[in-house]
């Protein structure tokens, strides 16, 4: 939910707003990249816990993710305002946590035929691939289709959001979802995540000032980690049907 509150935020912030930061996501990449490297090293720290002691890693996931939550919120608010100084080791913090917390999925995906590591790999390229497309396509918006697709992405999250918190309400009583609807979630999730990549390369320069690069990475790291989840979870979904 938190990536909803920040899209959220981003678009109605850059409604009728010229570029008010123009080098935003030019000064924001290096610190997206550092970002998601220390989210890689992460979850190879949550492998090797996985590997070597099993039994503990549930309850640290547990305090880990609290603790990721906790994290995100203190820094995007100081991000927002400006103090990169404060808010780049929270970030780094956030970062390496939310890789601990990935650990689970990305550990499925490998124990499952037919994705293993390789299909790790493929999400994290199809990441790599839609950060291009995105970047041609979405700096090229004009301010009509901009903003229409901001919205249709905005309410197809928030929408996506809600079947998820359904999906889990359901597993909670156990009535898990069929592989043919898991599907289709997580093909749903992916393009709809794939569409705000194209987005924040419309919103962000039109949110945030170029000192502001640090809001602009969180966004953009929130954007791509989610899209890896939905591909991972796409790819396991296809593998795992009856």
Known sequence: MSN????RDAIRQAKGQALVGPEVIKNALPYLGGGLLLTALG???GLGVIQNNPSIFMPTFW?????ELALFFVARGV???GNN??????LAGYSLLSGYTLTGIVALAIGTAGVGIQGVG???LGCGITFIIGRNIGSNLSDEDGLALA????LGIIALFVVLLAQLGFA???VYTPSWLEVGISGLGTLLFAGSAVVDFYVLPRAYRNEQYLSAALSMYLTYINLFVFILRLLIAINSRD
Do not use: C, D, M
């Open 63 to 67: 305090v880990a993710l609290i603790a």
């Open 151 to 154: 919205q249709t992405v905005r």
């Open 172 to 174: 909670f009583f156990g």
């Open 43 to 45: 979850t190879y720290g």
């Open 122 to 124: 493929i999400a994290a």
């Open 79 to 81: 991000a927002e305002k």
């Open 4 to 7: 909803t509150s920040n899209f």
């Open 85 to 90: 100084s404060v808010a780049l080791p929270l």
